[in-house]
């Protein structure tokens, strides 16, 4: 190999670092625009104060519904399973909700349903002898909403993997930003001091602050 192909070699690697940052880089500026604003919400809750919103829904289900859950459980004990397809349309489009087959607690007397959703808490409960329905969702506002989709919060498979995809690119972006760094230190005295002050500045809190 001839010395002169040292400098276009270490410049081809530059370049292929620079393409990673940038790219990593756009694909995660929003999710790291929005992770930065509900951190803040979260850790200051008392900052902005929302109101709770209750939707309280009653019905009653037609027999030949109720019919259905024959064939679904048998005897005193809960089952945990989706309910029949028909029963299940019925109450999303009675409701104005989607159930996506989750799974309810179907009970010799009462069917009950957990409704969870990002910002929002919703419950339905269905009495098996006489068909009343009692439907109920409270909103806590869209702080709350984008709060719980910072935790993963009842937000669904799609969500989970755009985290898992946003956090490989936060560690592309980070990595990449790291090695272009260490290429500039020569030139910037400052960059390993600042580097070690953000690495130690949290270690340091839970040392000697968390307990």
Not at 49 to 54: D, F, G, L, P
Request: net charge neutral; with cysteine; glycine share 6%.
């Amino acid at each position: 190999m001839k010395l002169s192909d040292f400098p276009q070699k270490r410049s081809n690697r530059l370049r292929t670092l620079h393409l990673w940052h940038w790219i990593s880089a756009a694909f995660s500026l929003s999710g790291m625009l929005l992770f930065s604003i509900t951190g803040l919400t979260l850790n200051n809750a008392t900052w902005i104060e929302s109101a709770i919103s209750v939707d309280h829904q009653e019905r009653v289900v037609p027999l030949h519904l109720l019919e259905t859950l024959e064939s679904v459980s048998s005897g005193h004990k809960p089952l945990n399973a989706p309910l029949p397809r028909d029963l299940e349309s019925w109450l999303d489009t009675s409701l104005g909700i989607r159930i996506n087959e989750r799974t309810a607690e179907i009970g010799a007397d009462e069917i009950y349903l957990s409704l969870p959703s990002p910002g929002a808490d919703a419950w339905l409960a269905v009495d098996r002898t006489t068909g009343e329905l009692t439907y109920e969702k409270r909103e806590r506002g869209w702080i709350a909403y984008f709060n719980d989709l910072h935790k993963g919060r009842h937000a669904g498979t799609g969500w989970s993997w755009f985290i898992d995809l946003f956090a490989f690119s936060c560690i592309v972006f980070s990595m990449s930003g790291l090695l272009l760094m260490k290429t500039q230190a020569a030139n910037r005295p400052s960059t390993w001091p600042l580097l070690g002050m953000g690495a130690l500045a949290p270690l340091l809190i839970m040392l000697l602050f968390i307990h």
